[in-house]
């Protein structure tokens, strides 16, 4: 059974940071495009980051210079610092991995909540 879990959320003061962690099991993801989505509250989910299995990094323009996304395949897990939290980052932060191998093959975790308030 192929699972994503993701840990690092939590109530964070605005200005602060966070670090999200997701590892992967049931399959080895290093040759996947993995990353991380957010849902606000009444609104679509949305992207985060993506780093592909080559390490090119893709960034939402309205958070470019405040999260950073990292991966460690031998661990089969990709993580997101971010940095400078606003109340409008809050959210459940999603870990998402795909690739296409003859088929698209697509897999979320169950997601993580990060709450920014004073």
């Known amino acids: 059974q192929v699972q994503l879990v993701e840990s690092g959320g939590g109530l964070v003061q605005p200005g602060g940071s966070l670090r999200l962690a997701c590892v992967g099991s049931?399959?080895?993801?290093?040759?996947?495009?993995m990353g991380w989505f957010r849902q606000a509250p009444g609104e679509q989910r949305a992207l985060v980051a993506t780093?592909?299995?080559?390490?090119?990094?893709n960034y939402a323009d309205s958070l470019k210079g405040r999260v950073t996304i990292s991966r460690d395949n031998a661990k089969n897990a990709v993580y997101l610092q971010m940095n400078r939290l606003q109340p409008e980052d809050t959210a459940v932060y999603y870990c998402n991995a795909r690739n296409f191998d003859k088929r698209w093959y697509e897999y979320w975790g169950q997601g993580t909540q990060v709450t920014v308030s004073s």
């Open positions: 049931g399959t080895q993801f290093s040759d996947y495009v």
């Open positions: 780093m592909s299995r080559g390490g090119y990094e």
